[in-house]
């Protein structure tokens, strides 16, 4: 990160826009495929527990909406081909939440609490 961030300042000294705009699309593009690192772990499990469905729905939304702008407003590639590739990396996500249910663990039924507390935390709780 400290790389992309000293290479643009340096293009950004030199008056060199086009370096500058494809280290944002390395960038973006990099940000959008990071929670696709999730991906192994969901085929693995079985369960989508991995997949925060809040930020992949934000991220999503976000997606559509600067891809649209892009596209349509400000045409520009350097807007609206990395949220493009945004569209469907978070649709991919949608579609492993939606193929893969999350776990509930017995503990967690009863109790209605967070998928974070193991049954020990539970009890704990319980005689508070």
């Known amino acids: 990160m400290m790389a ?13 826009t086009k370096p500058i705009g494809n280290i944002g699309v390395i960038t973006n593009l990099a940000m959008y495929a990071s929670p696709l690192a999730a991906v192994k772990t969901v085929l693995a499990s079985k369960t989508s527990d ?3 469905l809040p930020l992949t729905v934000a991220s999503l939304l976000s997606c559509i909406l600067w891809t ?4 349509l407003d400000m045409k520009d590639a350097y807007v609206f081909a990395p949220c493009a590739a945004g569209i469907i990396l ?6 492993l939440k939606l ?3 999350e ?4 503990d967690q039924r009863k ?4 998928p974070h507390l ?4 539970v009890r704990l709780f319980k005689k508070k």
């Open 118 to 121: 193991n049954s020990r935390e």
């Open 50 to 52: 991995a997949i925060p």
């Open 4 to 16: 992309l961030a000293t290479a643009a300042l340096y293009y950004a000294n030199v008056k060199k």
């Open 111 to 114: 109790t209605n609490l967070s």
């Open 99 to 101: 193929v893969y249910k």
């Open 68 to 71: 649209l702008t892009g596209y």
């Open 90 to 95: 978070g649709l991919m996500q949608v579609s």
């Open 103 to 106: 776990s509930v663990k017995e």
